[in-house]
T-cell receptor, first 114, second 113 residues
Framework: GAGVSQTPSNKVTEKGKYVELRCDPI?????LYWYRQSLGQGPEFLIY????????DSGLPNDRFFAVRPEGSVSTLKIQRTERGDSAVYLC????????????FGPGTRLTVL | GEDVEQSLFLSVREGDSSVINCTYT??????LYWYKQEPGAGLQLLTY?????DMKQDQRLTVLLNKKDKHLSLRIADTQTGDSAIYFC?????????????FGKGTKLSVIP
């Protein structure tokens, strides 16, 4: 079956603009994660959804970042008033449920803030 | 907090074995993972090990876990040029509640033909 998909694959925006990044998880996966990978670093956790609710948003760096998953499937990561430091690859992962289940990653969205 | 450390670079000759090492600090880690990332691509799961195991083998891959020393290694036998990539060690902590993964910075493996 299809893996995790993310759109767009690349996004270039100007400082101060608003962006939305989309993640389509593997069908039937109730858990969804967002991570951010800066250049030369490993991915860092942002937020975790179990179904429609954000069960853990402790990794969001500030209140410019917000994510939703209204129907428990597709998720959108929203970044307001983008800053150059937001430039990174944003990765989405999904898993069947929780602890025992492997997270499968999408190809990521490369965000560049000019 | 959790911390995962890896050496940044490894270079091996084609056909040799590669050993990538990782240390972690969280004693309540339950699962430990190895992911592979090729240039411009997402993370591909290679293998994982549960914390009550000390070894897992899967074809050319062998994972060794020393829970006492909090040390994890990935051995790739008969390394090929297609194995050139960045390898990330990650740990999952059952106590974190959200089952988030904590990653190291990655080890860049270069395979010399």
């Amino acid at each position: 079956g299809a893996g995790v998909s993310q759109t767009p694959s690349n996004k270039v925006t100007e400082k101060g603009k608003y962006v939305e990044l989309r993640c389509d998880p593997i069908s039937g996966h109730t858990a969804l994660y967002w991570y951010r990978q800066s250049l030369g670093q490993g991915p860092e956790f942002l937020i975790y959804f179990q179904g429609t609710g954000a069960a853990d948003d402790s990794g969001l760096p500030n209140d410019r970042f917000f994510a939703v998953r209204p129907e428990g499937s597709v998720s959108t990561l929203k970044i307001q008033r983008t800053e150059r430091g937001d430039s990174a690859v944003y990765l989405c992962a999904s898993s069947i449920s929780g602890l025992r289940d492997t997270q499968y990653f999408g190809p990521g969205t490369r965000l560049t803030v000019l | 907090g959790e911390d995962v450390e890896q050496s940044l670079f490894l270079s091996v000759r084609e056909g040799d074995s590669s050993v990538i090492n990782c240390t972690y600090t969280d004693s309540s880690s339950t699962y430990l993972y190895w992911y592979k990332q090729e240039p411009g691509a997402g993370l591909q799961l290679l293998t994982y090990i549960f914390s009550n195991m000390d070894m897992k083998q899967d074809q050319r891959l062998t994972v060794l876990l020393n829970k006492k020393d909090k040390h994890l290694s990935l051995r790739i036998a008969d390394t090929q040029t297609g194995d050139s990539a960045i390898y990330f060690c990650a740990e999952k902590n059952s106590g974190a509640g959200s089952y988030q993964l904590t990653f190291g910075k990655g080890t860049k493996l270069s395979v010399i033909p």
